[in-house]
T-cell receptor, first 114, second 114 residues
């Protein structure tokens, strides 16, 4: 099976712009989670989607949003970018076996905000 | 906030030696997972240990879990230069036994010198 893919891999934006990142989960996986990784805050949970519904949300401002499509692919959007949004954004997918399951991560999108 | 705290923050050893990393967490968990990350890339899942398990092995990896002390350890035996990476523990904090909301520690940077 192909792994989790994320596009683009690298992105440079300026303050005030918005950005959309894409994630394609492992085939058959219905849960997609997003994480932000920065040197200062480490890995932080953004949100999780399952069957096009947001099930969990981390402690991030409303500028961060996401969605999931019927094919389980997911996008996250950050509006009005700030310098502090520079980070590695990781997407993870998980199968559903009625509970605990392993999350498989993609290679990440490195966002730089100038 | 970080659920897990890895110790030490950095570890440097010689090839062939064993490496031990520790993780402490604050709240009750359903499971604990260890991940590896090479130089700012995606996370690679290493091992998952459930709250009712005390020890688990996978190849050169050995993980222990002590729920009474809220701590876990990861042992890598006979380390190789290729093991050089950051290692993170992650606990699930989702409801109903779901691990779709992982909380990560800040990681241990392991350097294995040839």
């Amino acid at each position: 099976k192909a792994g989790v893919t994320q596009t683009p891999r690298y992105l440079i934006k300026t303050r005030g712009q918005q950005v959309t990142l894409s994630c394609s989960p492992i085939s058959g996986h219905r849960s997609v989670s997003w994480y932000q990784q920065t040197p200062g805050q480490g890995l932080q949970f953004l949100f999780e989607y399952f069957s096009e519904t947001q099930r969990n949300k981390g402690n991030f401002p409303g500028r961060f949003s996401g969605r999931q499509f019927s094919n389980s692919r997911s996008e996250m959007n950050v509006s009005t970018l700030e310098l502090g949004d520079s980070a590695l954004y990781l997407c993870a997918s998980s199968g559903l076996r009625g509970g605990t399951d392993t999350q498989y991560f993609g290679p990440g999108t490195r966002l730089t905000v100038l | 906030s970080q659920q897990g705290e890895e110790d030490p923050q950095a570890l440097s050893i010689q090839e062939g030696e064993n490496a031990t990393m520790n993780c402490s967490y604050k709240t009750s968990i359903n499971n604990l997972q260890w991940y590896r990350q090479n130089s700012g890339r995606g996370l690679v899942h290493l091992i998952l240990i459930r709250s009712n398990e005390r020890e688990k092995h996978s190849g050169r990896l050995r993980v222990t879990l002590d729920t009474s002390k809220k701590s876990s350890s990861l042992l890598i035996t006979a380390s190789r230069a290729a093991d050089t990476a950051s290692y993170f523990c992650a606990t699930d904090s989702g409801g109903g036994g779901s691990n779709y909301k992982l909380t990560f520690g800040k990681g241990t940077l392991l350097t294995v010198n040839p």
